[in-house]
């Protein structure tokens, strides 16, 4: 029991009390229900991977929007991992072909392109016929670091561009932040 | 003393309680303090109104934003109020003129263009030499036919553009709502 308990602990966002609750929820279902879990669990690990193409998490060798051929090519969408690409997804508003890179460049924590999915991605863009790069990135250091690195690597090859960064919808002005307000600014556009 | 607590319990934000807590903090406050309170409460009702120019709050005919010789001519600022004025001011980025239009279109509460102050911002842009309209109004239904509106009445005079609309700083793709991300990507701006 306390193994269990310990196990649940270790994930993010359950702490002591939530890991006790669920490791006593999971010991009053059946047999069955365990066993399920279990499985599901180690199919997971085994079973699910990378896509060769994109890195987005996949049981194939190639996931389901690469293989998908209502997809446009042509339009790769840069995100930092598959957690963004599935968030991107659901806007049901990029209809193009993505590409994982594994994280962002981050000099602090000694992450440098070398260890990001940079050279597939080149790879990709000379040997598939790309129009644009759209860098779908996180609006902090780490992903100005990486789009200012992805957009003059890429530049020479396709026209590269990067999501907007302003006011989220619904939000007011007054409570803005200084920096959103500044980037809203700076980054308006013709109406 | 009830008195006092009902005034202030019919600001914005205080409940009952701190309406108390204030009423009682006043009491034990010397005679004089109450009087300098009492007397801005008044001078504040009394001496403040509206630039005529830009109908900014200000004691003045003309606020000090617009008398301010420093701050460039030729480019306006539309927003809804002062609030978004002020919140505007804090970033430090805008250097021209403003323009308050006192409110925005929303036919569902019937307002419309005429309760706001279009007139005079189209009277403003005739007599001043005005290069570009930027249009910083909140990311909602009334600010997108506002600035829809305001776009195609001002177009042949003079650029109209719009703050961007899409993440805030420091956020994470993920959390991000459908509609804002759908904004960010619409929106996407070359590197």
Redesign the interface.
Known sequence: MARLIDQFERLPGIGPRTAQRLALHLLNQPQEQIHQFADALLAARTQVGQCQTCFHLSADPECEICRNPERRNGVICV??DS??L???E??R??HGRYHVLGGLISPMDGIGPELLRVTELVQRISNEEISEV???????VEGDTT??Y??RLL?PFC?????????????????????????????????
Chains 1, 2 share one sequence.
């Not at 759209?134 to 902090?140: G, M, V």
């Open positions: 995100v930092a957690r963004d599935l968030a991107l659901r806007t508003e990029f759209i860098l779908a990135l996180t609006p902090s789009s200012l992805l957009g530049k026209s590269v561009s990067r999501i907007a960064y302003g006011l989220p919808m619904g939000s007011e002005l007054e409570y803005a932040d200084e920096v959103t307000l500044s980037r809203a600014l700076e980054g308006r556009r013709p109406v």
